[in-house]
């Protein structure tokens, strides 16, 4: 791929990495992941916050829905 972009499959969504480019802040991260799928980025973002199976998450009275459904499949509370 000639823009800088590595891609995979995660849950749910497919996943592109930056390689080595400068971009502004925030997007000059080495760690700056995009996804396709919002409910993906939720999963893979409250695993990499160290949460684990079991643990409670707060989440706003009004909203979607769809947020809640990444969270039940990560088994959160």
């Not at 891609?7 to 080595?20: D, E, P, S, T, V």
């Not at 999963?43 to 990444?70: F, I, M, T």
Request: glycine share 12%; hydrophobic share 40%.
């Amino acid at each position: 791929m000639g823009h800088g972009l590595t891609h995979g499959i995660g849950f749910a969504g497919l996943k592109f990495r930056r390689q080595n480019q400068s971009n502004p802040h925030p997007f000059n991260s080495a760690i700056l992941e995009l996804w396709y799928n919002g409910r993906a980025a939720i999963w893979h973002g409250a695993h990499d916050l160290g949460l684990n199976a079991g643990d409670r998450v707060l989440v706003p009275a009004y909203s979607c829905g769809a947020e809640l459904d990444a969270l039940v499949k990560a088994d959160f509370h």
